[in-house]
């Protein structure tokens, strides 16, 4: 099964870029990974910039992959949780799996609609934390399935 990771916005700290680089690292060493960005949208009211945005990320979408959308209101796992979120979808064979961080305004009703809502936390991140935030657990999730012993 494939990982593809989507988000709006460009990665532009330093820190992030690094950090991104060495978790989808350790994640490709498990599993095939791709990470995309999108073109944010500016000089709109939200809902014009949410469904520009979500017209965007529509279109790296595969039409038959498992989408999960990175969401405050979405149902929180703990760590063991998402390993056996990403396992059962892998033994189901699958053939791809799409985590996607939204812009700042979030998703258009109609596209969070379209997939599974996960929350990482009750508490409010940058977009920026929030995709280490996500490859991290990514790379947990394998090792939990690989039993290993990063998570303790």
């Not at 009211?45 to 405050?72: F, H, S, T, W």
């Not at 979405?74 to 996607?100: C, H, N, T, W, Y």
């Not at 920026?128 to 991290?136: A, D, H, K, S, T």
Request: net charge positive.
């Amino acid at each position: 099964m494939k990982l593809r990771v989507l988000w709006v916005g460009k990665s532009r700290e330093a820190w992030v870029k690094e950090a991104l680089a060495d978790y989808s690292g350790r994640i490709r060493h498990y599993n095939p990974l791709e990470l995309c960005e999108v073109r944010d949208e500016k000089g709109a009211g939200a809902e014009e910039m949410r469904r520009r945005e979500c017209e965007r990320l529509e279109r790296q979408i595969p039409p038959n992959a498992i989408l999960v959308l990175l969401d405050e209101r979405g149902e929180q796992l703990d760590s063991p949780g998402l390993a056996a979120l990403i396992g059962k979808q892998r033994d189901a064979g699958i053939g791809e799996m799409v985590f996607v961080i939204g812009g700042a305004y979030g998703f258009s009703e109609e596209f969070r609609r379209r997939g599974r809502l996960l929350s990482l936390s009750r508490m409010t991140f940058t977009h920026q934390m929030v995709r280490v935030f996500l490859l991290e657990q990514l790379y947990r999730a394998f090792t939990i399935l690989n039993n290993e012993p990063y998570h303790h």
